[in-house]
């Protein structure tokens, strides 16, 4: 790939990890033309090799120093308990001058875990594009999958802004909205429209499935739309969402105790008869999600 194009804004990108999101942010750089080359690394040979054959990285190479040691912008897009790993073997060979970033659906750990090795001269500023699919590896990426959707940024205060502006402009010429946050907040907030709904979707295939065992009846061949919509984000990848709760456990059990406090409450209205309650709480629940599809329409046609 030969960019000539004003669009670009970095000479050389270095795409650690070529999975659902990995191969995505490759093809919205070749689409947009928004650098000159893109490299790429991931763990396994399989992974390399299909990666190869797809074609849509200039260069895989089958070490991680020999992918980033000559990179400008570095984007770690691995399961977020594999960064410190990671940084170990590659903070030795980062060019002066280059940015990290990372793609991780969790934050304050995966701060934790990578700030430690980032030498002097070079910036790491840590990121989360909120665009995914339950598909994963070389094969599921595709470059519109930012497109109008957010993507949180947590700055550190002293981040050199030069390097702040190069990311926020990177993650909108893929066609993202860029805001800026704190790892915390980001934790939190992702913990809830997130993390959450794929835990319970886990556990509700889960329960269905030990009932049927229990019962020895195939419930699940029944399942219409409602389940199968709720629960496609169980399909998802078992590494990446292990690693997702592990480290974002202080915001998953504060998210999880107040929705244990709210099925124990709804469980008791069902117990006493309290129809009124059940009412009450789907007629508030119903206006508040018909408020936010109203608020994702508006930013999709702004
Ligand atoms: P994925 O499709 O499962 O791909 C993960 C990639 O990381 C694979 O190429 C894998 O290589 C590679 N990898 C794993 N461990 C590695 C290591 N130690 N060193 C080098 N490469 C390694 O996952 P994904 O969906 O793209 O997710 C990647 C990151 O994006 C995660 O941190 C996740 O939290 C974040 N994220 C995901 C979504 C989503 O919806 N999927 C959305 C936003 C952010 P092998 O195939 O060779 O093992």
Redesign the pocket.
Known sequence: MNMKSENIIFDKVAI???????SSIAKGIQKNKIARKVYG????A???AKARELGYMDKIFDT?VEAVNDADLIIL????G?NA??MRNIHGHLKKGSIIT?????KKAVIDQIHKYVPDGVSFIPG??????EF???E?GFAELFYKKCCLLTPYTKTDKAHLDKIISFWEELGMIVDTISPETHDLILATISHLPHLVAYNLVDTASKLENKKDHEFTKYAAGGFLDYTRVAS??P??WR??FLNNKEAMIEILDSFIDGLADLKDSIKTDNGNKLERLFKETRNKRNKILDSIKKLESE
């Open positions: 650690i990890g070529i999975g659902l999101i990995g690394y991931a763990k396994t399989s992974t390399r991680l897009c691995t399961p977020v594999s790993d990671i990372d793609v991780g659906s969790v989360h594009p909120i665009a995914g699919t994963s590896g070389p599921s998802s990848d590494i990446m690693d997702i």
